[in-house]
Structures are given as structure tokens and as C-alpha cells.
């Protein structure tokens, strides 16, 4: 771990100033990954998951640089996150009531800065403070990094989901129960 790393909670107000530099790691972090990447359409997915209750953010700065940064929010009852599962899942498995399950929507480090345990303190800092019984993300079948990382912290693969927007890619679901860990 960086002996300079520092690691910030922030709710979506405190983060509303930081929206374009968010845009940067993820432009950087998502460089190689192709053209659906763009500032444009990252900017409407924080528009609509910055006001979300719950929404929270972890940033990671080296001396004044924002390196990385996490962030998600509960999934409620009118929930769309699990539109495009693939069936079959078991029963409930999608039932959300606000309290039951985490979403992890974006862990991103810029490029310069991987594989020096960022993301680990990232992930770790965000989850720490949840108390809901579950968490999950999705992740690209072809991120083979990010899917041996997962697996090395607990996540498990539960099915797959192709979410509605047009164009979106296929992503594996993962899950990690977090509450019991506690």
C-alpha cells in the first residue's frame, strides 16, 4: 500500500464539484476498452445515479492526484439494476427493498496507478461502512484483471445480465455477502 494514499467518503452533494475530474479516471481508466467509453455517456450515468439515496463515493488521492475512486448505492424496490438478467436465477434473487443489496457501480483507477492495491483499499473502504446482507457488481468477461481480482476478494459469479440501454455489452454478476462478514 502507498504510504501517501488517502481515502475520502463523500455523498453525491459533497461530490457534485468533482464530477468532470471523475470523468478523467474514467476516461484514463477505460483508454483501451473502446468507443462506448465516452465523457458524454458517463456524464448522464452520474447524473442519474449521483442523486440516488445512499449514493456514496470513496476517492483515493496521492499527494493532490485523484488516482481512483468507488462508488454505488442500495438498490431500492423500483430498482432497474437487475433489468437484462439472464434467467434462470433463483427465486427472490432480484427482490430489492432498499436494505438488502449494495451496488457496486464503478471501481476505476487510472491506468499509471494499477496494480499497486488501490482498488483493494477502494473496495474494502466502501464495503467496511455498508450494512446491507449483500453486494454486486458487474464486470466484462473480458476484463480478466478485474475478474481474477474479484475472485481473490470474495466475489461470486451468479448468472449473467445484459442491461437495457442499447448497445450495452454482456456482463457477468458477481455477489459478496457483506453484512455477515462483520
Request: glycine letters at 8%.
Amino acid at each position: 500500500m502507498l504510504k501517501n494514499l488517502r481515502l475520502r467518503h463523500q455523498t453525491a452533494a459533497e461530490a457534485e464539484g468533482l464530477v468532470k475530474q471523475l470523468v478523467d479516471v474514467y476516461l484514463d481508466a477505460h483508454a483501451d476498452d473502446g468507443p462506448r467509453y465516452t465523457a458524454e455517456r458517463y456524464e448522464q450515468q452520474l447524473a442519474a445515479h449521483m442523486p440516488r439515496g445512499g449514493w456514496e463515493l470513496v476517492t483515493a488521492y496521492v499527494d493532490d492526484e485523484l488516482v481512483g475512486y468507488v462508488y454505488g448505492f442500495p438498490l431500492g424496490p423500483d430498482s432497474h439494476w437487475w433489468d437484462g438478467i439472464h434467467e434462470p436465477v433463483p427465486d427472490g434473487f432480484t427482490d430489492e427493498d432498499g436494505q438488502r443489496t449494495y451496488a457496486v457501480c464503478e471501481l476505476l483507477v487510472r491506468r499509471s496507478w494499477q496494480r499497486r492495491g488501490i482498488a483493494r483499499a477502494l473496495h474494502d473502504r466502501l464495503l467496511s461502512t455498508r450494512r446491507e446482507e449483500r453486494a454486486t457488481l458487474l464486470v466484462r468477461p473480458d476484463n480478466v484483471a478485474a475478474q481474477q481480482a474479484y475472485d481473490s476478494w470474495g466475489w461470486q459469479p451468479a448468472g449473467w445480465l445484459r442491461p437495457t440501454r442499447e448497445g450495452a455489452p454482456l456482463f457477468e454478476v458477481r455477489v459478496k455477502a457483506i453484512a455477515s462478514s462483520r
